[in-house]
């Protein structure tokens, strides 16, 4: 999937949120869920041309069943994955990705 804004004024997220759901529901529509399996994205400046842009490389898999994955761990997991994804696109720097990991990390 590949998706690419109109104008150097979006954010790299909301591109990979649209995209994402774009998949979610290209994914649903055949019974399965998403699986990403490489992602890149547009890095700034996003000037002249190199408007904010991610291709989503992704399979279509068995929807997991909700015994298979413990529902505490799923939050922090989903946060650290985000976090992360902040990281590569350039949005974060090192250091406040350390920080707010830390936050995460020390949530009960």
């Known amino acids: 999937m590949f998706?690419?804004?109109?104008?150097?004024?979006?954010?790299?997220q909301s591109v990979r949120a649209s995209a994402e759901q774009r998949?979610?529901?290209f994914c649903d529509r055949q019974g399965k869920a998403m699986k990403p399996l490489r992602e890149t994205t547009s890095k700034p400046p996003h000037i002249l041309g190199n408007f904010p842009r991610i291709e989503i490389v992704f399979a279509c898999v068995d929807k997991p069943s909700s015994a298979a994955a413990p529902a505490g761990?799923?939050?922090?997991?989903?946060?650290?994955?985000?976090?992360k994804k902040l990281?590569?696109?350039?949005?974060?720097?090192?250091?406040?990705?350390?920080?707010?990991?830390?936050?995460?990390?020390?949530q009960p």
């Not at 990281?87 to 020390?106: T, Y």
């Open 23 to 25: 998949v979610a529901e």
């Open 3 to 12: 998706h690419q804004s109109a104008t150097g004024f979006v954010s790299v």
């Open 87 to 106: 990281l590569d696109s350039g949005v974060l720097s090192q250091e406040e990705f350390e920080r707010e990991k830390a936050k995460v990390l020390s």
């Open 73 to 83: 761990d799923d939050p922090k997991y989903t946060k650290l994955v985000n976090l």
